[in-house]
């Protein structure tokens, strides 16, 4: 069955710090990765998505993802957080059963100390 | 203009009462979820229609019920409402799935439900 774990609950850095959300998953064919980010009373955005190809992706804000196999992980990366980054993030697996289902990480929510 | 939109916002009621939230996509796809986040801010899919067809039931209770009127169109129904129900639920399109091909979802800003 298909899951995604996101081992930090809580993460806080100082602005201007890099970042690093982890992500693993469990799926058992190739995984769809996805990373959305929930700010404070709103919907989700898409941050960056993986499908195939080059697993360093790209995505709005600055934020990048490297996807490995090996670890089964897709974690996000910035290099420098901003205070407008304090936000819930949300990794999720894709997967093709009838409907494109999407299973979400428990997400990991972000503070940023100016 | 808006890709995906759900109305109300905000809806607080009372338990017992029946209730409903209305989504509406504007992109052309084919398939229509609707997830709920709740408290601890965890997602996960409740139902999912393609072309107007059930696919997906996740366990959800039957008091539950989703209704498109057409493929543009996923409003979800709830009776009896009870303090368990109080969330926020999204909704989300896509194109349909086709073979190993997975769409990417577009969601929707989210309805809190609040039942008192």
């Known amino acids: 069955a298909q899951s995604v774990t996101q081992p930090d609950i809580h993460i806080t850095v100082s602005e201007g710090a890099s970042l690093e959300l982890r992500c693993n998953y469990s799926y058992g064919a190739t995984p769809y990765l996805f990373w959305y980010v929930q700010s404070p009373g709103q919907g989700l955005q898409l941050l960056l998505k993986y499908f195939s190809g080059d697993t360093l992706v790209q995505g709005i804000k600055g934020f990048e993802a490297e996807f490995k196999r090996s670890q089964s992980s897709f974690n996000l990366r910035k290099p420098s957080v901003h205070w407008s980054d304090a936000a819930e993030y949300f990794c999720a697996v894709g997967a093709v059963t009838g409907a494109n289902n999407l299973f979400f990480g428990t997400g990991t929510r972000l503070t940023v100390i100016p | 203009d808006t890709a995906v939109s759900q109305t109300p916002k905000y809806l607080v009621t009372q338990m017992g009462n029946d209730k409903s939230i209305k989504c509406e996509q504007n992109?052309?796809?084919?398939?229509m979820y609707w997830y709920k986040q709740d408290s601890k801010k965890f997602l996960k899919i409740m139902f999912s229609y393609n072309n107007k067809e059930l696919i997906i039931n996740e366990t959800v209770p039957n008091r539950f019920s989703p209704k498109s009127p057409d493929k543009a169109h996923l409003n979800l129904h709830i009776n009896s409402l009870e303090l368990g129900d109080s969330a926020v639920y999204f909704c989300a399109s896509s194109r349909v799935a086709t073979g190993p091909n997975y769409n990417e979802q577009f969601f929707g800003p989210g309805t809190r439900l609040t039942v008192l």
């Open positions: 992109l052309g796809h084919d398939t």
